[in-house]
C-alpha cells in the first residue's frame, strides 16, 4: 500500500486541496484510494503532525477526540491507524496536514517509521511559496490565531527571517523517502492546487473540482483593526466571552489588499533565502536560478500602515460585528 502525503506548506492552498479531497472521497473510494477518519481534525491530518511530535497539535487531537492525559497519545494513534486500514481494501491512502513541513529531522523520522510499518510507499508531496509573499499572508494568521499586535510582517523580533527553509525541509524528508517519490510544487506558478495534486499523486478518476478560495485576504485596514483589538480591547470584560467571534468577523468583513511591507524589505528578506533556495534550484533542476521569481512590483517603495484612532476603534469592530 502507498501513502501519498501533501504536507503543505501552510499559505500555499491547502484548505482548497483539503476540500477537494473531502468533496471527492466516494470517487476516490472507487479508485481504491482511502481517507482515514482516524488522523484527522476536521478536515486536515493533524494527528500526524502531533505523532510526529507537535505538543500543540497534540492538544487540539486530544481536545477533539476526547482522550484523557493518561492515553498514551503514540500507542492510540497506532492502534487506531491499524485497525481502520485492516477493516478496508485500498491500495493508496491520501493525506493532507500543511503543519508537516515544517518537521525537523526527527519528526519525520518518527513518523514515517510508523508509517512504514503499515504502508511499503511514502508518497512526499510539498508545496512552496516564496518566503515573503508567505510571510505577509500569515501575518493575517498571527492577527487572527494568536492574537499579534506586531507590525513585523517579515521578521521575527530578534530579527531572523519568517518563512521555510524548502531546502532543509526536502532534505530532511529524503532522508526517509526516496527522493523520486518526493515531489516539491511552486505555489506561485499554479492555477489549480487541486489538480496538481492529483497530477503529482497520479490519482484516477472523474473528480469535481471547484478552484475556490477559502481563505480571503484581511486588508490592510482591516488588519490594523484587529491589531489594535488585540492591543487595546481584547482583555477587556466586554469581549471576555467574544474574542475569537470577534476576530472571526473582523477577518470576514475587512477583505481586501493585505498589508505589505515595502519593496526594499521583501527583497532583503528573499536574500536572507537566496542560497537555500539556490541549492532547492539546483537539486530540483529549476528553471529559475532561486527557485522562486524576482519580481517584487506588487510591493510598495514605502511601508505605510494605516493609523487608527482609539476612540474610532470600537466603532470599526461593531461595523465589523453586525456585517457578519
Known sequence: MQAIIDIGDQKTGSKTRQVFIKNN???????????????????????LGAYAGNKEYERIYRNVNNLSEDIRYEKYLEDAVRDEISGERFDKYLFSFEGLMHLDVRGVEKLTSMLYRYFSE??????????????????????????????????Y??????????????NSWCRFVPEENVSFIN?????????????HAKLSGSYVFKNE??????????????RGFNKKLAGLDK????????????????????????????????????ESNRKLAEK?????????????????????????EEHDLELYIEKALRGR
Open 157 to 170: 523580533r530578534d530579527g531572523s527571517p519568517r518563512g521555510t527553509d524548502y531546502y532543509k525541509s526536502y
Open 284 to 308: 530540483l533542476e529549476a528553471k529559475r536560478k532561486y527557485y522562486f521569481d524576482e519580481d517584487f512590483s506588487e510591493y510598495p517603495d514605502d511601508f505605510s500602515p494605516i493609523n487608527i
Open 187 to 199: 505555489y506561485d506558478e499554479c492555477s489549480d492546487v487541486a489538480r496538481e495534486l492529483v497530477f
Open 122 to 155: 511514502i508518497k512526499i508531496i510539498g508545496f512552496l511559496r516564496r518566503q515573503d509573499r508567505k510571510a505577509v499572508s500569515d501575518y493575517t494568521t498571527r492577527l487572527r490565531n494568536a492574537g499579534a499586535t506586531d507590525l513585523d510582517v517579515l521578521y
Open 25 to 47: 472521497k466516494e470517487e476516490l473510494s472507487r479508485h481504491g484510494i482511502g481517507i482515514l477518519r482516524s488522523t484527522k481534525v476536521v478536515d486536515y491530518d493533524m494527528g
Open 213 to 226: 478560495r477559502h481563505n480571503k485576504s484581511l486588508s490592510a485596514f482591516g488588519s490594523e483593526v484587529l
Open 239 to 274: 469581549y471576555k466571552d467574544k474574542v475569537e467571534s470577534t476576530r472571526a468577523a473582523i477577518k470576514d468583513y475587512y477583505v481586501g489588499q493585505p498589508l505589505k511591507p515595502a519593496k526594499h524589505e521583501a527583497k532583503k528578506l528573499f536574500k536572507d533565502y537566496q
